[in-house]
């Protein structure tokens, strides 16, 4: 009887026992508005030890900022045109900015590719989204003022002429933030 109820106390000390993880990386999908955090807890960090060239204890803080990526093409004349083969239109513009701003005491790489074929280029239903200058480091932030910190921009552009008359998404962006 008492092998037994040391063998169920041994099992419910185990079960009540928490473990510690080390986050390599992080991914978040969809659309967020809000803030993503992750905490690394380690009794290797010491925070009198931070060289701003390689810190030993890196915060990273990184901010994405999205233009708004909503692109409506009007067509401006119901006549076909025999040279494009298309009925001519326009879009209300041709360009998104997608800003990171690095505010970590740690350098950080961009890249941001579509998701569907983690490409910069993507065409769906004859509309071309194209990223440029989509891949970049961003230095560390120590040493800035906060409106100063080190950003920088990728551009989407949208072009074609759209073969179907629906709303439709073209694809989604990735943006991956690794440590440099």
Same mark, same amino acid.
């Given at each position: 009887?008492?092998?037994?109820?040391?063998?169920?106390? *041994?099992? =419910?000390?185990?079960?009540?026992?928490?473990?510690?993880?080390?986050?390599?990386?992080? #991914?978040?999908?969809?659309?967020?508005?809000?803030? !993503?955090? *992750?905490?690394?807890?380690?009794?290797?960090?010491?925070?009198?030890?931070?060289?701003?060239?390689?810190?030993?204890?890196?915060?990273?803080? @990184?901010?994405?900022?999205?233009?708004?990526?909503?692109?409506?093409?009007?067509?401006?004349?119901?006549?076909?045109?025999? !040279?494009?083969?298309?009925?001519?239109?326009?879009?209300?513009?041709?360009?998104?900015? =997608?800003? @990171?701003?690095?505010?970590?005491?740690?350098?950080?790489? !961009?890249?941001?590719?579509?998701?569907?074929?983690?490409?910069?280029? @993507?065409?769906?239903?004859?509309?071309?989204?194209?990223?440029?200058?989509?891949?970049?480091?961003?230095?560390?932030? =120590?040493?800035?003022?906060?409106?100063?910190?080190?950003?920088? #921009?990728?551009? @989407?552009?949208?072009?074609?002429?759209?073969?179907?008359? *629906?709303?439709?998404? =073209?694809?989604?962006?990735?943006?991956?933030?690794?440590?440099?």
């Amino acid at each position: 009887m008492k092998k037994l109820l040391a063998l169920l106390l *041994v099992a =419910v000390l185990a079960a009540s026992m928490s473990i510690s993880g080390f986050a390599a990386s992080v #991914t978040t999908s969809g659309n967020t508005t809000g803030d !993503v955090n *992750v905490k690394i807890n380690s009794d290797e960090l010491d925070p009198d030890d931070n060289d701003p060239d390689n810190p030993k204890n890196p915060v990273y803080y @990184v901010v994405i900022e999205w233009d708004s990526l909503d692109f409506t093409y009007t067509l401006s004349s119901l006549e076909w045109d025999p !040279v494009t083969h298309n009925y001519p239109g326009i879009w209300n513009k041709s360009t998104a900015e =997608v800003k @990171v701003t690095n505010h970590s005491n740690a350098a950080v790489a !961009v890249s941001a590719t579509f998701a569907s074929t983690g490409a910069t280029e @993507v065409t769906t239903n004859s509309v071309t989204a194209t990223l440029t200058d989509n891949s970049f480091d961003l230095e560390t932030a =120590v040493g800035t003022d906060a409106d100063e910190a080190p950003s920088d #921009t990728a551009i @989407v552009t949208v072009n074609g002429h759209p073969s179907t008359t *629906v709303d439709y998404k =073209v694809d989604t962006i990735n943006v991956a933030i690794s440590a440099k």
